[in-house]
């Protein structure tokens, strides 16, 4: 078996490669993991990857390409790796009785059948519990990758039954590298794209350009004037909760981006340095933001998009949740002004 071969595709996260290749080469293959990390950060990418390296017959070491196995894999059509994720909002427990039912067989045609929980904090309790029924008695021929954006809510019983691998946001390198490679992108574009990535893959990939532009414009424009001058449209708040829409998932996307910039400004209110910045295209709106402000009210607001962030994520009413963080990201600062440091 040649066990590079079929991480070749991940970028990033050496440390954790190698673990999962030295249980590979030891036999030490645990029956569950735990993939934590961002969303988007590349958790699935190496779980397939390491469902590849389990079953790879190793027979095209020479030509570079991935053998019979891994080709299966990589389409989709391996009758081995199983996928398990939410109806809806959550795990529901036939899911989870289902998955059992079929791991009380032998693999197919692998030497191990994988399968890859996503999203495993959906789990409600019915389907926690059974899912811990079945780590608790695992099958041999086995193994299971729970994967999870939000740790602390799944169950610390299930998380204690699985090797633990934390993903941390990829360096900016990384992500450029992928859309160089991958995507076939300039070094202009894709040195824009890595810097608003926050080290993940995924999140470069499903964002839409124009729908972040126009976002960027309509409510990072509301955002900037949103400082202790009380001249401003007393509207302004409703105004800027329209623009989220509806759909849970791109709200949480928009919140990030909020965040984010919050980030960009207080770096640059600290430091003066430019190349620090994220959103790159966003300069002088974040420049404008850092000469007003204070590091005290920065922090209180990225701590307050997080919250709301947290909020709607455990499906409170999005609406309510975001009309309130408007009203506080608007309250005015209590901490003495400070001039940013340049070092432009």
């Not at 990390?37 to 990418?45: D, F, L, P, R, S």
């Not at 926050?198 to 949103?226: H, K, T, W, Y």
Request: neutral net charge; glycine residues 6%.
């Amino acid at each position: 078996m040649n066990s590079a071969m079929p991480f070749s595709g991940v970028y990033g996260h050496e440390r954790q490669i190698n673990f999962l290749k030295n249980a590979l080469l030891r036999d030490r293959v645990a029956q569950a993991y735990l993939f934590d990390g961002m969303a988007g950060v590349g958790k699935k990418t190496t779980a397939l990857a390491f469902a590849r390296a389990l079953n790879c017959l190793g027979t095209e070491e020479e030509t570079g390409e991935f053998c019979a196995s891994c080709r299966k894999i990589e389409t989709g059509n391996h009758p081995d790796i199983l996928f398990v994720a939410p109806e809806g909002k959550f795990i529901k427990i036939g899911q989870i009785r289902e998955l059992a039912r079929q791991m009380c067989f032998r693999p197919l045609e692998g030497r191990r059948r994988v399968v890859i929980i996503e999203e495993a904090h959906a789990m409600n309790d019915e389907a926690a519990n059974a899912l811990l029924k079945t780590l608790e008695e695992p099958a041999p021929g086995n193994v299971l990758i729970l994967l999870t954006s939000r740790s602390e809510a799944l169950s610390r019983t299930i998380a204690s039954r699985c090797q633990r691998l934390r993903f941390a946001p990829l360096p900016v390198s990384a992500v450029e590298a992928f859309l160089k490679e991958r995507r076939g992108m300039g070094e202009e574009e894709s040195s824009m794209l890595a810097a608003t990535s926050a080290g993940c893959i995924g999140r470069v990939i499903d964002r839409d350009p124009e729908a972040s532009r126009r976002f960027e414009e309509d409510i990072l424009g509301v955002l900037e004037i949103s400082g202790d001058a009380g001249d401003e449209n007393p509207l302004a708040p409703f105004l800027v909760v329209a623009r989220f829409g509806d759909d849970r998932a791109a709200i949480v996307e928009k919140l990030e981006l909020m965040k984010e910039w919050y980030r960009d400004v207080l770096v640059l209110h600290e430091t003066g340095r430019e190349g620090l910045v994220l959103h790159r295209d966003l300069l002088n709106c974040t420049r404008r933001a850092a000469d007003r402000s204070t590091s005290d009210r920065l922090t209180r607001n990225i701590e307050c998009v997080e919250a709301a962030r947290r909020a709607v994520d455990r499906n409170a009413n999005s609406r309510l949740v975001l009309e309130s963080m408007m009203f506080k990201l608007r309250q005015p600062s209590t901490g003495r002004r400070q001039p940013a440091a340049r070092g432009r």
